[in-house]
């Protein structure tokens, strides 16, 4: 069974906070993408990385950075936490016909 | 770069059909169809992968517009189970590979 795996379903962090959420996927997928989803915003690209250690911008790239130092990891890192991050993030790892989604993360910046 | 989805929300009664627009101003190879119920991770539907082909799915079906660079979603006799949000997503050919762009969402409710 094809998995994606996102650490925390819930995470409360403060303003200013370094956070890092991570995504493994145990499918050898070459693709892992980072999405934010918010209401009447749809699902919007942060990030995404089509090999270890090589990555490129989405639609949203600014204030997070993202790490793939493994072909099974991906991580998003938020530099300094704001409340405008406060959002559902989502990582997907698409095969070539479909994209596998993880449960999502609840992030709340306080 | 991402897709714009119509309506933003819709509301039938069991039974109802419903349409679904997709539409982007890249050029497409693929489109793929999601459905998200609340609280969860958003599923497969179907893909289309070839300009003007029609794929079903039970009573949702869709189909795929490569010049106009739209898709629908079709979903007919609808039931209760068909309520969510419905996301379409489009493969976008680059020189870094596949990059997938998910649309602005419909959030369909379905009432007995």
């Known amino acids: 069974d094809v998995k994606v795996t996102q650490s925390s379903r819930y995470l409360v962090k403060r303003t200013g906070e370094k956070v890092f959420l991570e995504c493994v996927q145990d499918?050898?997928?070459?693709?892992m993408f980072w999405y934010r989803q918010d209401p009447g915003l749809g699902l919007r690209l942060i990030y995404f990385?089509?090999?270890?250690?090589?990555?490129e911008k989405g639609d949203i790239p600014e204030g997070y950075s993202v790490s793939r130092e493994k072909k099974e990891r991906f991580s998003l890192i938020l530099e300094s936490a704001s409340t405008n991050q406060t959002s559902m993030y989502l990582c997907?790892?698409?095969?070539?016909?479909?994209?596998?989604f993880g449960q999502g993360t609840r992030l709340t910046v306080v | 770069q991402q897709p714009v989805q119509s309506p933003q929300a819709v509301i039938l009664r069991e039974g109802e059909d419903a349409v679904i627009n997709c539409s982007s101003s890249?050029?497409?190879?693929?489109v793929h169809w999601y459905r998200q119920k609340h609280g969860e991770a958003p599923v497969f539907l179907m893909i289309?992968?070839?300009?003007?082909e029609q794929k079903g799915h039970e009573k949702i079906s869709a189909s795929f517009n490569e010049k106009k660079q739209q898709s629908s979603l079709y979903l007919t006799a609808s039931q209760l189970s068909y309520s969510g949000t419905y996301f379409c997503?489009?493969?976008?050919?680059?020189?870094?590979?596949?990059?997938?762009?998910f649309g602005t969402g419909t959030s369909l409710t379905v009432i007995p």
């Open positions: 997907a790892s698409p095969s070539g016909t479909e994209a596998f």
């Open positions: 499918m050898d997928h070459e693709n």
């Open positions: 990385s089509y090999d270890v250690k090589m990555k």
């Open positions: 890249k050029a497409l190879y693929s």
């Open positions: 289309l992968l070839k300009g003007g």
């Open positions: 997503g489009q493969g976008v050919n680059s020189n870094t590979g596949n990059q997938f762009y």
